[in-house]
């Protein structure tokens, strides 16, 4: 039989497994004595803490929040826009003036200097906060305004003032400001276009006298020729092809502005120009007028062409003043649709100062410092009983010093 060996294991005692565990884990005993500890900080300075915060909650004024919400002018199919085929080359261009995103324009807009400035001189609002410059009063003025766009395509205006009366007056002036501005700017795509159109109406309107005016006084100094069916078709056609390069020549110059050269849509319209051009050498030099002069037959053929050039400026005015009155039009309806969902009115409760908010989170937070406090005390403490903790924490205060001794 094989022997029992008389020696044996000696097991480890359980106090020292317990003693190594408990000094590496802080148990929940240890965290409530120091609360205890220290339970006159922790509970007393929160409370002294609220107290205070209620006094300074009930010394600061009562703040009124007026609203106002509008719908801003959305982009779509204008009048103009139906009737850009009766202008030819020249739809092409006033066709790409939309405008993108019209609610981050118009955020602009009412957050420009020009409105806060006449806002100020409106209201009188230098005096009101007691501003000695207008960029003081540009800057508060700033501060009580809140501008937000929602994802419904609503434009929101918040105004905050101690007086309820003046906050909703302020609210519903940012409105009337904003519509005042869009009568001077172009803004939107009607806007734009009858800017577009007023300038070459002007500019067409122009040349269209000064060769009146030539055609006049040439018919009053040399006469005109007679001429007979085939050359009279022969100048209107030249005319016309005259009217349709320089209108061509146009649409080119705004193509350029947004497409490159190897865009096919600018690649087929300079085609279509050199086609055109092609086409009037081709009538100028090979076309001839014929036909009795009053005086002198080179005079004569000479005012023949200067009304052919009255006409083709004319047939440019009368189309281009068509479209600038469809433009005005188009504008006059389109600002109009400023529409005003909410007008600000006076509000009856107070927006600010939340009172209980601010004594609440005061009083958590001036709690969490003060438990703080007590466990970092607490270490403290134990640092200073300790004298192996105290030996390392003087070494690390040396290595943390910026000058060593």
Do not use: C
Not at 48 to 66: D, G, M, Q, V
Not at 193 to 209: P, S, T, Y
Request: glycine share 8%; proline share 3%.
């Amino acid at each position: 039989m094989t022997e029992i060996s008389n020696h044996s294991v000696e097991p480890i005692p359980k106090s020292s497994v317990t003693d190594e565990v408990d000094q590496d884990e802080i148990s929940l005993i240890d965290l409530l004595v120091v609360l205890a500890k220290h339970k006159k900080l922790i509970l007393g300075l929160p409370l002294i803490a609220a107290i205070l915060a209620t006094l300074y909650s009930l010394s600061l004024p009562n703040i009124y929040t007026a609203e106002t919400k509008i719908l801003p002018p959305q982009q779509g199919q204008s009048a103009a826009s139906a009737m850009l085929g009766q202008l030819g080359a020249l739809g092409g261009m006033a066709g790409g003036l939309g405008i993108k995103n019209p609610n981050d324009l118009y955020m602009s807009m009412l957050k420009s200097r020009v409105v806060q400035d006449n806002m100020i001189r409106r209201f009188d609002l230098m005096r009101i906060y007691e501003s000695k410059t207008l960029g003081g009063a540009r800057k508060r003025l700033g501060g009580v305004t809140t501008i937000a766009a929602g994802k419904e395509g609503l434009i929101t205006i918040e105004v905050d003032d101690k007086d309820p009366k003046l906050a909703m007056v302020l609210a519903n002036g940012y409105v009337e400001e904003l519509y005042r501005l869009t009568q001077t700017l172009a803004v939107t795509e009607a806007s734009q276009k009858r800017l577009f159109f007023e300038r070459q109406f002007v500019q067409a309107k122009d040349n269209l006298v000064k060769a009146e005016i030539a055609a006049r006084s040439g018919l009053q100094e040399g006469g005109l020729v007679m001429v007979d069916a085939q050359g009279k078709a022969l100048v209107e056609a030249t005319a016309r092809l005259r009217g349709e390069i320089a209108v061509q020549g146009v649409r080119i110059g705004a193509m350029r502005a947004f497409a490159g050269e190897a865009n096919p849509d600018l690649r087929l319209a300079l085609q279509q120009l050199e086609s055109l051009k092609r086409e009037l050498v081709k009538i100028e030099g090979d076309g001839k007028v014929t036909g009795k002069t009053d005086s002198s037959g080179a005079k004569g053929m000479e005012n023949l062409y200067r009304l052919r050039d009255v006409k083709y400026h004319e047939t440019i005015f009368e189309l281009l003043a068509k479209q600038f009155e469809m433009a005005k039009m188009d504008e006059a309806k389109e600002a109009s649709l400023i529409q005003v969902l909410d007008k600000a009115v006076e509000p009856e409760t107070k927006s600010k100062p939340k009172r209980s908010l601010i004594v609440i989170v005061t009083a958590l937070a001036t709690g969490f410092l003060a438990v703080l406090w007590a466990f970092i005390r607490e270490a403290q403490e134990k640092l200073k009983n300790d004298p192996i903790q105290s030996e390392r924490m003087g070494v690390l205060k040396k290595h943390l010093r910026w000058r060593k001794n």
